[in-house]
């Protein structure tokens, strides 16, 4: 993977790209970006609970919408509110070398919020999650992404004892939606994409 090549396609595509050697560089990065002032919603990731970035947001003063951190029955509310925040702040399940975000969500909250809800978006990925094309992308989402955060969430799906897709119908499935992002949509203001030299998240 030549980080050149995707930084190069993703600003093409619109998008506004950083990339850092280390989480600490991307950190201070990130929060000097989005203003004190602003709201904040958080998708459920991985990588940015690995980061701590929502509880570093919030410690300092932000608004941090993330359903992850309330109770079952504050969910839908947290959902809304995230939706309408300021910020959006998310990982992603695969990006293409060519400047395709690839998502998957059982719920939609997070791809909602992806494509329309809000116009400051900042993706936060590490290096492992760049394929080298779409098709590879969406193949990562389902069959590496998907598996482990099965597993995590406790959900009765086949790939969360098997560690493989296989496309089940199950009720707990958390693969009902796809969002395929090439650009920024028309609502859209700012797409950063912050890309760490590191492995994070699944
Ligand atoms: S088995 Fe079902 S829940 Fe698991 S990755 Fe495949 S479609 Fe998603």
Redesign the pocket.
């Known amino acids: 993977m030549q980080i050149q090549k995707v930084l190069t396609n993703l600003t093409k595509r619109g998008f506004k790209p950083f990339y850092f050697e280390d989480r600490k560089e991307a950190l201070d990065f990130v929060l000097n970006l989005i203003p004190q002032n602003a709201s904040v919603g958080v998708g459920g990731s991985m990588t940015i609970k690995q980061l701590e970035l929502d509880n570093l947001l919030a410690k300092r003063g932000n608004t941090v919408y993330s359903h992850s951190l309330v109770s079952p029955e504050l969910r839908d509310k947290v959902y809304q509110l995230a939706y309408s925040s300021d910020w959006y702040l998310s990982s992603t399940n695969a990006l293409s070398e060519e400047g395709d975000f690839v998502n ?1 969500d059982g719920t939609a909250n997070r791809i909602s919020a992806l494509s329309f809800g809000v116009k400051n978006i900042l993706y936060v990925l590490g290096n492992n999650k760049i394929s080298p094309d779409l098709e590879s992308a969406i193949d990562r989402a ?2 590496i992404a ?2 482990p955060n ?1 597993k995590r969430l406790n ?1 009765n ?4 004892t098997s560690g493989q ?4 119908d ?1 009720e ?4 009902n939606a796809t969002l395929i992002s090439h650009h920024p949509t028309r609502y859209q203001e700012n797409v950063y994409v912050v890309i760490i030299n590191e492995t994070l998240g699944y």
């Open positions: 998957i389902r069959n998907a598996p099965a959900k799906t086949p790939c969360a897709c296989c496309m089940c199950s707990d499935c958390i693969c």
